[in-house]
């Protein structure tokens, strides 16, 4: 057998998007985050007691769930995206060995690196960089732009690029398992959380726990907005909202309620996350707050 066969899915993946990055290494300072929502249900169960009995963040191949498209499967887009990305190093693999997504946190930002994604994150320690590819922009797109963590122009030209608040990120695959309590440096929650069984549930998941400064919303300020998504979901924001403000738990309340199309829900999260009153942006370090 030749040493490149012997190699694992994941040491190939990662070798091969090596060839088609470029630029200088990133700061390893950076962080890969893995956004969520944490209030929503895993297998019928809440999701931090899902990750706290199996203490392995796991993809949508996985779980079979997703903050974003649901089309991992054979043939779907994620599936084609990856073999794709990966030169259909994937494509036979089990789908325990397939890399999980998420975002490099390179304006470090208090709610991680993609907030469209949910309010809470994990955020990786720096051991997991050597073991994460990027592309840029998110691989829904197609990109022709890659890197790791020894070679890293995306950070350049995500800099350079004029997005929304929410699609400002730089995709992150890290490949190989993600356990919990030895790659998590931390659980970085919305202070809604604290007191309730979300909190009860995170210190339980074996690593530390700690607060961003909280995303609120109030309804004037939504109505400012109804271009972004749409006056529909501007209206159902208004309609889920606790004495004229949104925040997480609420949007998670009425998601998990099943009265609301879950797509529409979406959308007012992606108000709440784009609107609310947390400066998503800082480029110092040191942004989350320990409990």
Request: proline share 7%; hydrophobic share 35%.
């Amino acid at each position: 057998m030749s040493a490149a066969a012997s190699r694992t899915p994941q040491e190939r993946a990662l070798r091969h998007v090596a060839t088609l990055a470029s630029g200088p290494p990133m700061d390893r300072a950076l962080r890969v985050t893995l956004n969520f929502h944490p209030d929503r249900l895993l297998r019928g169960k809440p999701i931090l007691d899902a990750l706290a009995e199996d203490g392995v963040y796991c993809s949508q191949f996985v779980t079979g769930t997703s903050n974003g498209g649901l089309t991992a499967y054979p043939g779907g887009d994620r599936w084609r995206w990856e073999s794709r990305i990966f030169k259909g190093i994937y494509d036979e693999a089990s789908v325990h060995e397939r890399p999980v997504y998420g975002a490099l946190n390179f304006r470090r930002k208090p709610l991680g690196g993609a907030p469209r994604f949910g309010s809470a994150h994990f955020r990786l320690t720096g051991e997991t960089l050597t073991r994460a590819t990027f592309c840029y922009p998110d691989s829904f797109f197609e990109p022709s732009d890659f890197g790791v963590a020894d070679s890293m122009r995306l950070i350049e030209l995500a800099r350079a690029d004029r997005q929304d608040d929410l699609d400002d990120y730089i995709e992150a695959q890290v490949h190989g398992p993600v356990r919990l309590n030895r790659h998590a440096e931390a659980l970085v929650l919305d202070p809604c959380y604290r007191g309730t069984a979300v909190e009860a549930a995170a210190l339980r998941l074996g690593c530390p726990v700690e607060w961003h400064p909280g995303l609120r919303l109030a309804v004037e300020e939504l109505r400012m907005h109804p271009g972004y998504r749409g006056e529909e979901y501007v209206e159902l924001g208004a309609e889920i909202a606790v004495d004229g403000v949104l925040d997480p738990r609420i949007v998670g309340d009425a998601a998990r309620a099943g009265r609301h199309d879950p797509q529409a829900v979406k959308k007012v999260w992606h108000y709440l996350a784009r609107y609310g009153a947390a400066r998503q942006t800082t480029d110092r370090p040191g942004a989350s707050v320990s409990r």
